[in-house]
Nanobody, 122 residues
Framework: QVQLVESGGGLVQAGGSLTLSCAAS????????VGWFRQAPGKEREFVAA??????YYGDSVKGRFIISRDNAKRTVSLEMNDLEPEDTAVYYC?????????????????WGQGTQVTVST
């Protein structure tokens, strides 16, 4: 089993920055791809970013604004979010999957954190 805990969410003004953190425990492994997804009320879970085998992947809506990074020694994955927009408001979840070929597909993820709320005000 792998446990994931997100932190760092909060309220920020448009144009501001926020960094989320995902801490892993349990039977973790560098083989896991770790991804960030978000879900706004009434919408489907959306792929944000993922790190897998030294590569980073981003959803189109966050490219150039968000940066994902991984520290295997600390077993954490961070998501630096810059130039935030009200449309970025959502609950952000981190997940882990061994399916490194489909890191943008939420259905492939075996483990999820409880989520952290990010609210961007105008």
């Amino acid at each position: 089993q792998v446990q994931l805990v997100e932190s760092g969410g909060g309220l920020v003004q448009a144009g501001g920055s926020l960094t989320l953190s995902c801490a892993a425990s349990g039977r973790t492994s560098s083989r896991f791809a770790v991804g960030w997804f978000r879900q706004a009320p009434g919408k489907e879970r959306e792929f944000v970013a993922a790190t897998s085998r030294g590569n980073e992947y981003y959803g189109d809506s966050v490219k150039g604004r968000f940066i994902i990074s991984r520290d295997n020694a600390k077993r954490t994955v961070s998501l630096e979010m810059n130039d935030l927009e009200p449309e970025d408001t959502a609950v952000y979840y981190c997940g882990a999957t061994l399916d490194y070929l489909r890191v943008n597909n939420a259905s492939t993820y075996n483990y999820w954190g409880q989520g952290t709320q990010v609210t961007v005000s105008t």
